[in-house]
């Protein structure tokens, strides 16, 4: 594609916010020969399935044989919201420093052999270590895969629906008939690829979410000008004031310094991650410039409720007042800090997979229904034998 790219137009192609893949040899080693300059980051659901495994099929509980000392709970429980806390990680220092409390504290369950294989995997190697959410530097660009596995499952297709190809077939037919079908496919059906991003679009904004936010949010004491933007109190620390001694926490977790012991890391994490820091950038230079978040959900979704405030500051007093008289005090359950948007993600995949697998079954099913996961593994290219 480079070769192509530069003899026919003469343009080097660079990946602004990355190259993302599992961890896979074959292909990090490739990117690194043809693409030096650009970064190469870790597919995170790769990971987190390692943690999981149940009759949804979100995980495949990999680690769960290494367990020496705890039970299955304590891998769902315990490690893996460490690991979602470290995904959470807004700066590289305050990912080592989460990591090493991380580390040491499986230790101290007698989970040596699991802190030993994650360290080896997931936080020393260079390679393998970028899946911080916002290691891109892009909002609306997080280091996961599924778009890209979403475009394997049509092409192998599932349980609910044909793929562009019949995989598993001997050599010779996918040599001469599958593969070129593909290309054919690819070339003719595929003429081009249209990705939007539309930054606090409106539609994705004005929800029910934002009103309520908008509601108890009171500018006095939940925002706090901060550099070029303003330091927001996210929805579960309303009320709460952004004082000194909330801003100094914020700045040593983001600097990697935390004064207590590994057993309060939760502390050190939600020092950063209560807090969104909501600033005017100019991303496109025919638009007007738009406010952005630094929280997991901006970069997740390119919008958030703490930058939709100040987005949408003229508009929210009348419309927010509006739909509240409407629900006449019927006031939806708040969401909780310990709700996290991360495991909101996960069963929606399990729920949207639940859906496309209950629609029925053609001739051939396939023989396991990892293909019909949007996470697959590359171990799946066994079928082509
Ligand atoms: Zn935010």
């Not at 044909?162 to 054919?184: C, D, H, R, W």
């Not at 630094?294 to 009348?318: I, R």
């Not at 927010?320 to 359950?333: D, L, P, V, W």
Request: proline share 5%; with cysteine.
């Amino acid at each position: 594609m480079k070769c192509a790219a530069r003899d026919l137009f003469g343009i080097n192609p660079r990946f602004k916010g990355g190259i993302i893949s599992d961890h896979t040899e074959v292909f990090v080693n490739a990117f690194q020969e043809i693409f030096p300059k650009d970064q190469v980051l870790q597919c995170f659901p790769h990971i987190i399935r390692k943690f999981r495994i149940d009759a949804k099929r979100e995980g495949n509980g990999q680690y769960m044989k290494l367990l020496k000392n705890n039970q299955s709970f304590w891998l769902w429980d315990k490690a893996e919201e460490d690991v979602y806390m470290l995904r959470g990680c807004r700066s590289q220092p305050m990912f080592d420093k989460l990591k090493d409390m991380i580390l040491a504290s499986w230790t101290h369950d007698g989970e040596q052999d699991l802190a030993d294989t994650f360290r080896k995997s997931y936080l020393d190697n260079d390679l393998f270590n970028k899946w911080r959410y916002n290691v891109s530097g892009i909002p609306g660009c997080i280091p996961q895969n599924n778009s890209h596995e979403r475009s394997n499952l049509d092409t192998k297709g599932c349980a609910a629906f044909p793929g562009i190809i019949k995989a598993g077939q001997n050599m010779t037919a996918m040599l001469n008939i599958e593969f070129p079908s593909l290309v054919y496919f690819n070339s003719i059906e595929r003429t081009e690829v249209e990705r939007n991003f539309p930054i606090l679009d409106e539609m994705k904004s004005m929800k029910p979410a934002l009103f309520e936010y908008y509601l108890e949010f009171d500018k006095l004491v939940d925002c706090l000008q901060y550099k070029d933007g303003f330091l927001v109190n996210r929805e579960y620390n309303l009320g709460e004031p952004i004082d000194a001694i909330r801003v100094n926490r914020y700045e040593s977790s983001l600097d990697g310094e935390f004064e207590l012991d590994y057993s309060e890391r939760h502390f050190f994490y939600y020092r950063v991650n209560e807090l969104c820091f909501v600033t005017k950038k100019q991303l496109d230079p025919k638009q007007k410039p738009f406010f952005t978040g630094s929280c997991f959900h901006f970069y997740n979704h390119l919008t958030c409720n703490h930058a939709a405030v100040f987005q949408y500051a003229d508009e929210l007093p009348t419309l927010a007042k509006k739909i509240s008289q409407e629900k006449q005090g019927r006031k939806k359950r708040r969401i909780t800090g310990l709700e996290r948007p991360n495991k909101y993600q996960l069963r929606k995949m399990a729920q949207e997979q639940a859906r496309l697998t209950s629609i029925g079954t053609f001739d051939n099913p396939s023989p396991n229904h990892e293909m019909c996961h949007p996470i697959t593994q590359t171990q799946d290219k066994a079928y082509l034998v």
